[in-house]
């Protein structure tokens, strides 16, 4: 049976293999660029994390940060990841230095795709190191768990102990070996998947232990046809990786190297060791954080460890720790010290506190969770960065004490809300005596932002004072200049009526009073007879004189109304100051409009109207004409205003004394229109106004607009 097996995966592999090498002739013609780059282009790779920076790698669960030329997770979470590469690689050999925290397992991952955060949340290839057993694993994860036999490692595997691990995936032929660094002894698994996942990225992870990896390399494998190899069962061993493993998995080498030399005194709680002198003494905690130094916690307090001698230890150990105690104003250290690892539990939540709460100190040496404002962010150099904050009137500080950390607080924005989760420490080397207290930060995962600035800070409120005073000064300045613009429309209007009654009715009195000077002087001649009819011909002309000024006069007054003008519309108010011109005159008034009439602007209207009647007067009392006809064309772009009559007509003249055509002229001008004038000696004259479609303006727009004009 077993034979039969490895002959159907020989030919399934020697199927892919064909289809491989056609699938490749096909590839030829996609260019040279594509064959040069290749399925494993960015290999070797390798990194020694020298920078204590994790750039370019992804984690998915767990506590991972680089220190000591290396990468390590302090989680015991199940399946913790920590992936980088291309998914591209197709056969290659990824291998690194390897220590585990305490019991578990730990290793590399090959061909990893569609990775989540989860125990076997992931499609990949896994070989480690597993202390429950003291073997090396080898299995495929396709979001389950399917386990090759497992070898065992001579003498077993030891935490805190090296070894090289190598995982190599060369087509379908999986290899993983493992040997001691500081112990020897090496084994090796070599096995086939006929459906072998054929390209990924790779990683590290660990299951219900911490680890320590350095020294993480990737070369290229050439792809080849694999040879035969012994065949392995393919077994469910377990069906889900994750075992917790209990106290007696822990070897007895490891037990004996933390066994307590001399007798001390047994501590309940730890918060007794702030109040105590100073004692040798025994007690128990869990741990609450490895960087910068160790720190123990129990439902009573917290403390912090200073080991006699490098332990390795991982978030959530429970230890016995045995030391010489000291007060450390409302905390305690305990330096010395010898720690003994007797059990393993899941890292403790943080205690929620307040900033009040915390500087009161009774949260010393604790893993705590304060909520608070940003307010700034201090470089320290070689030490991280520095969060200024504040709650209500409690301020503190909190502290990065990882690369990575540090990374995450150049992308918070300052006066946020955020919520940091770290220890607790008061000492003078962390407050400076400037702060009751600081909270150490070693993950990106214990900052988290709440909400983010307010609109209403300092910096926006000083801009918007100072942008308030702007549109103050410049509001000032707008009315200032509106009522300049104002007194100069009056002055001119004053000035043009001036004009006009100059023009027309001071002629016209000034005609009535000769007329009447010359009567009487006739009247007082006695000497000679009294010539009637010519008596009765200066009265004719004196009465018709006073009929005219009469006119001009009502003529006027109408002007000075535009209300009436807009309320009846341009051509309706040409009609009726021409009839009223006319009233007692054989002239007939004809009117057209073309286009939809619309609304105009005031000041439109009232010049187009003025030129319209001037353009009337005039026919009427200079060309002597039998028919008036008025045009109003609504154009899109324009309006024009055409009077034209069968009189006499004239030759124009641009020095035309009075208001006249200057004055009609200069009308169309403060309105950007133009005005033309078509006449001559064999009668009838014609007088069209042009005027661009005016757009409704804003308050500001017809202010400037009326400067403009005023200043024309």
């Known amino acids: 049976m077993m034979a039969t097996l490895v002959t159907r995966a020989k030919t399934q592999r020697r199927g892919l293999i064909v289809a491989a090498v056609a699938a490749s002739a096909a590839l030829l013609g996609l260019g040279s660029a594509l064959l040069l780059r290749g399925p494993n282009h960015g290999l070797p790779y390798h990194d020694a994390f020298a920078a204590s920076s994790l750039q370019g790698w992804i984690p998915f669960g767990g506590s991972w940060h680089a220190a000591d030329g290396g990468v390590r997770n302090d989680s015991e979470e199940r399946g913790a990841k920590l992936i980088t590469g291309s998914a591209h690689w197709s056969s290659y050999a990824v291998e690194a230095d390897l220590q585990l925290i305490g019991g578990g397992d730990a290793g590399l991952i090959a061909r990893a795709s569609d990775i989540e955060q989860g125990v076997d949340a992931y499609s990949g290839y896994y070989a480690g190191l597993r202390t429950i057993d003291n073997k090396l694993v080898l299995g495929r994860a396709d979001h389950g768990w399917v386990e090759f036999q497992p070898q065992p490692f001579p003498g077993g595997i030891v935490p805190g102990r090296w070894y090289h691990l190598r995982l190599a995936v060369q087509g379908c032929t999986i290899t993983a070996r493992a040997s001691g660094i500081d112990t020897p002894g090496s084994t090796e698994i070599r096995a086939e998947d006929p459906h072998c996942l054929t390209s990924g990225k790779i990683g590290l992870r660990s299951v219900t232990a911490g680890g320590f990896w350095r020294h993480v390399q990737v070369t290229a494998l050439e792809p080849r046809e694999n040879t035969p190899a012994p065949a392995q069962h393919m077994a469910v061993y377990p069906t889900s990786q994750g075992t917790i493993p209990s106290p007696s998995s822990v070897p007895s080498t490891l037990l004996s190297e933390f066994t307590p030399a001399h007798p001390a005194i047994s501590v309940k709680s730890l918060r007794l060791l702030s109040i105590t002198r100073t004692n040798h003494v025994t007690v128990h905690g869990v741990v609450i954080s490895t960087t910068p130094d160790l720190y123990i916690q129990d439902r009573g307090g917290g403390a912090r460890v200073q080991l006699e001698r490098p332990t390795l230890l991982r978030l959530g150990d429970e230890v016995e720790v045995e030391g010489d105690a000291h007060p450390e104003g409302l905390s305690a250290a305990i330096t010395g010290a010898v720690a003994r690892r007797i059990g393993g539990v899941s890292p403790l939540p943080p205690s929620s506190v307040t900033a009040d709460q915390a ?255 001037e353009a009337i007067s005039n026919a009427i009392q200079h060309g002597h004409p039998t028919r008036i006809h008025i045009e109003v064309e609504y154009g899109p772009r324009s309006i024009t205003l055409i009077v034209k009559d069968n009189g006499i007509g004239f030759v124009p003249r641009e020095d035309s004394g009075g208001f006249g055509l200057s004055g009609m002229r200069r009308r169309a001008e403060l309105i950007h229109g133009t005005l033309e004038v078509q006449s001559g000696a064999a009668g009838g004259t014609r007088i069209r106004v042009e005027v661009p479609n005016p757009e409704r303006q804003s308050w500001f727009v017809r202010l400037a607009y009326s400067k403009r004009n005023n200043q024309e």
Request: aromatic letters at 6%; one cysteine or more; charged letters at 25%.
């Open 359 to 613: 500087a009161t100190g009774a949260y010393a040496s604790m893993y705590l969770e304060v909520q608070g404002h940003l307010d700034r962010i201090e470089w320290n150099g070689e030490r991280g960065a520095t969060l200024l904050m504040h709650d209500g009137m409690q301020t503190f500080r909190a502290l990065s004490v990882s690369p990575e950390a540090a990374a995450l607080f150049r992308h918070l924005d300052q006066y946020s809300v955020i919520r940091v989760r770290g220890i607790c420490v008061l000492g003078a080397e962390y407050t400076n005596n400037a702060v009751p207290f600081v909270l150490l930060v070693s993950s990106p995962q214990d900052v988290s932002v709440v909400d983010g600035p307010p609109w209403w800070s300092t910096e926006h409120l000083i801009l918007m004072a100072v942008a308030m005073l702007a549109l103050g000064f410049v509001a000032q300045l707008l009315l200032s200049r509106a009522e300049e613009w104002r007194l100069h429309a009056v002055i001119n209007e004053r000035e043009r009526l001036a004009n006009e009654l100059h023009d027309t009715l001071a002629q016209s009195f000034a005609g009535i009073g000769f007329q009447l000077r010359a009567i009487r002087n006739r009247m007082a001649q006695k000497e000679k007879t009294l010539d009637v009819p010519s008596l009765l011909e200066d009265l004719k002309i004196a009465t018709e004189l006073v009929r005219h000024s009469h006119d001009e006069a009502r003529r006027s007054i109408t002007t000075l109304r535009p209300e009436a003008i807009e309320a009846s519309g341009l051509v309706s108010a040409l009609e009726m100051a021409a009839r009223r011109i006319v009233a007692r005159g054989q002239v007939k008034i004809d009117v057209e409009v073309r286009g939809e009439a619309r609304e105009l602007p005031l000041h439109v209207l009232d010049s187009l109207f003025r030129i319209g009647q």
